[in-house]
């Protein structure tokens, strides 16, 4: 029974499309997480929903688009690729209070 | 300047042997400290969370300096396991990870 799971695992698409990448967690956690790690393995947050509710917008461009459509399930959608999107995707959640969160297995996005 | 930063390594270690390495975090306001452990092309999994009063699992021994803002790892009678990439995680409402310290154990 996987945790945190995400799809797709990889996606390669063309500059200038749109693309999804789903994330759901049967955790019963209350919070999730979007994280991009880029070719310099950096792991750096970008959305945080708790309940649904957007908490944490770092400064991500407004081409990524969060949403959640009930607290189990986290998806981002983004607009008009770039080359410099390209990265690991991690989907994470984390229970009430501060406490280690759980990543999703990344959705490596190549952008061509 | 990142919030958390650590040495990027590669730390060579000879199994059995010991190896320790820090982080620094700049947010004195940081309430919960974390290790992970990534291994390449897979996600972060939480090694152990790091307490005031320094905690210890196993072969691992984290310990946190907030006078100084350093978390420590300490990696005793290394195994070729042990060889991955260790996150070091900072949380004050959301948690900040650094670049991550290599560790390559060699037989």
């Known amino acids: 029974d996987t945790a945190v799971s995400q799809t797709p695992k990889y996606l390669v698409t063309q500059m200038g499309n749109d693309k999804s990448i789903k994330c759901e967690q049967n955790l019963g956690h209350d919070t999730m997480y979007w994280y991009k790690q880029d070719s310099k393995k950096f792991l750096k947050i970008m959305f945080s929903y708790n309940n649904k509710e957007l908490i944490i917008n770092e400064t991500v461009p407004n081409r990524f688009s969060p949403k959640s459509p009930d607290k189990a399930h986290l998806n981002l959608h983004i607009n008009s690729l770039e080359l410099g999107d390209s990265a690991v995707y991690f989907c994470a959640s984390s229970p009430q209070g501060d406490r280690g969160y759980t990543f999703g297995s990344g959705t490596r996005l190549t952008v061509v | 300047r990142k919030e958390v930063e650590q040495d990027p390594g590669p730390f060579n270690v000879p199994e059995g042997a010991t190896v320790a390495f820090n982080c620094t975090y700049s947010n004195s306001a940081s309430q919960s400290f974390f290790w992970y452990r990534q291994d390449c092309r897979k996600e972060p999994k939480l090694l152990m969370s790091?307490?005031?009063s320094g905690n210890e699992d196993g072969r691992f021994t984290a310990q946190l300096n907030r006078a100084s803002q350093y978390i420590s790892l300490l990696i005793r009678d290394s195994k070729l396991s042990d060889s991955a990439t260790y996150l070091c995680?900072?949380?004050?409402?959301?948690?900040?990870f650094g670049a991550g310290t290599q560790v390559v154990v060699t037989p």
């Open positions: 995680g900072s949380s004050w409402g959301k948690l900040q």
């Open positions: 790091v307490y005031s």
